[in-house]
């Protein structure tokens, strides 16, 4: 059982974002399965999925505070190698969706095992950076890279570059965290901008694309540029105070595609215009402030990197989805947590908010 004193001095600030938010991405769901047709509306099951799942991740979230963080080293090691499993499974059991094959079906939904090796590399990255406290040298960095590479890799071949940068950017912001030796430092800043352009060659044809469109929509406007312009009409027509809730043609008419994932935040300005925006960003600038609060007081090595490192994952995640919605980055298919619809994603929210509050809530124990 839980101590019950431990709640005093939970975060409850940031679970109380987290619901706004969620309930936010529920609203915005109801709205995104509105479809208008000649006699009236019709509704697709998009919200009510959603919210079976966001009960199941505040399930998960409860489940998370029961345990003390720190135990989870142990279980870092083969929640990492399970999730490498999961993702070669992928390989041989996957069930191509979309031209991707990125979900292992197990009947009554599908598996995305690229959601758990996020928390798998974050678990395992907090392990071994809390091993040791020293600055990075060239031997430990090559190692925490390769944590956070391996299922990089195999995400990105399914095909997923969204997902398998998220997982870099994640492993790379918790070793800016723990900190890298000057020198070692220093030739990183001249080698990776070096290494960059290189990544090019790495690119499916349709991710070449979807960056030449990016710099230039009207390239290909009826294909690979057709999502950034059309999410583009959709902000734009929401105007200042946007056209009310339920009232957005762009999406009622289907115009606007993914509109349910990843550009769920299209449906949102439509409706609700810049001002609207304006206080989704504050609720998420302060979640992210009071996931800032956390590393802050954490009382060990191994809970201020696993917190920071979900505070890279939520800020990247953030700032791709809203940055390729509104034109300013190359579509990667990243959904906005707690707003987009996904199950699997969903349940990781869930339960990485629930990591942190278990880091905030345990934060008086190291006191004599």
Same mark, same amino acid.
């Given at each position: 059982?839980?101590?019950?004193?431990?709640?005093?001095?939970?975060?409850?600030?940031?679970?109380?974002?987290?619901?706004?938010?969620?309930?936010?991405?529920?609203?915005?769901?109801?709205?995104?399965?509105?479809?208008?047709?000649?006699?009236?509306?019709?509704?697709?099951?998009?919200?009510?999925?959603?919210?079976?799942? *966001?009960?199941?991740?505040?399930?998960?979230?409860?489940?998370?505070? $029961?345990?003390?963080?720190?135990?989870?080293?142990?279980?870092?090691?083969?929640?990492?190698?399970?999730?490498?499993?999961?993702?070669?499974?992928?390989?041989?059991?996957?069930?191509?969706?979309?031209?991707?094959?990125?979900?292992?079906?197990?009947?009554?939904?599908?598996?995305?095992?690229?959601? =758990?090796?996020?928390?798998?590399?974050?678990?395992?990255?907090?392990?071994?950076?809390?091993?040791?406290?020293?600055?990075?040298?060239?031997?430990?960095?090559?190692?925490?890279?390769?944590? *956070?590479?391996?299922?990089?890799?195999? =995400?990105?071949? !399914?095909?997923?570059?969204?997902?398998?940068?998220?997982?870099?950017?994640?492993?790379?912001?918790?070793?800016?965290?723990?900190?890298?030796?000057?020198?070692?430092?220093?030739?990183? %800043? $001249?080698?990776?901008?070096?290494?960059?352009?290189?990544?090019?060659?790495?690119?499916?044809?349709? !991710?070449?694309?979807? @960056?030449?469109?990016?710099?230039?929509?009207? %390239?290909?406007?009826?294909?690979?540029?057709?999502?950034?312009? !059309?999410?583009?009409?959709?902000?734009?027509?929401?105007?200042?105070?946007?056209?009310?809730?339920?009232?957005?043609?762009?999406?009622?008419?289907?115009?606007?595609?993914?509109?349910?994932?990843?550009?769920?935040?299209?449906?949102?300005?439509?409706?609700?215009?810049?001002?609207?925006?304006?206080?989704?960003?504050?609720?998420?600038?302060?979640?992210?402030?009071?996931?800032?609060?956390?590393?802050?007081?954490?009382?060990?090595?191994?809970?201020?990197?696993? $917190?920071?490192?979900?505070?890279?994952?939520?800020?990247?995640?953030?700032?791709?989805? @809203?940055?390729?919605?509104?034109?300013?980055?190359?579509?990667?298919?990243?959904?906005?947590?707690?707003?987009?619809?996904?199950?699997?994603?969903? %349940?990781?929210?869930?339960?990485?908010?629930?990591?942190?509050?278990?880091?905030?809530?345990?934060?008086? =124990?190291?006191?004599?």
């Amino acid at each position: 059982m839980i101590d019950r004193r431990l709640f005093l001095h939970m975060n409850w600030g940031l679970l109380a974002l987290t619901l706004a938010l969620f309930g936010v991405g529920i609203l915005n769901l109801y709205a995104a399965s509105v479809i208008r047709l000649e006699d009236g509306f019709s509704f697709a099951p998009y919200y009510q999925r959603q919210l079976v799942w *966001g009960g199941a991740g505040t399930a998960v979230l409860l489940m998370c505070l $029961v345990v003390d963080y720190r135990h989870l080293q142990t279980l870092a090691l083969p929640v990492y190698l399970g999730a490498l499993a999961l993702l070669l499974g992928v390989v041989l059991f996957g069930v191509v969706i979309m031209g991707a094959r990125r979900w292992i079906p197990l009947g009554f939904f599908n598996l995305q095992p690229s959601e =758990i090796a996020k928390l798998a590399v974050l678990l395992m990255g907090a392990k071994f950076l809390a091993w040791n406290g020293d600055l990075l040298g060239w031997k430990r960095l090559i190692q925490v890279i390769g944590i *956070g590479l391996a299922p990089a890799i195999l =995400i990105i071949r !399914q095909p997923d570059l969204g997902t398998g940068l998220t997982i870099l950017v994640l492993i790379g912001g918790m070793i800016l965290y723990h900190g890298l030796r000057p020198k070692v430092f220093k030739i990183c %800043l $001249v080698i990776i901008p070096c290494l960059l352009p290189l990544a090019w060659f790495g690119l499916h044809d349709y !991710q070449k694309l979807r @960056i030449a469109t990016f710099l230039n929509p009207a %390239l290909d406007s009826k294909g690979a540029g057709y999502h950034i312009i !059309q999410s583009q009409i959709a902000i734009g027509s929401g105007s200042i105070w946007g056209k009310g809730f339920l009232e957005g043609t762009q999406h009622q008419l289907r115009f606007l595609p993914e509109k349910h994932t990843d550009f769920a935040i299209a449906v949102f300005g439509e409706e609700w215009g810049f001002m609207g925006c304006v206080v989704l960003l504050t609720l998420f600038c302060l979640f992210m402030l009071r996931i800032i609060d956390t590393v802050r007081d954490a009382k060990d090595r191994f809970g201020s990197t696993l $917190v920071a490192g979900i505070f890279f994952y939520f800020f990247w995640q953030m700032l791709v989805n @809203i940055g390729m919605v509104a034109g300013l980055l190359p579509v990667v298919g990243i959904p906005l947590p707690f707003i987009s619809y996904g199950g699997s994603a969903a %349940l990781v929210n869930f339960a990485l908010v629930g990591l942190v509050l278990n880091v905030s809530m345990r934060r008086f =124990i190291f006191k004599n």
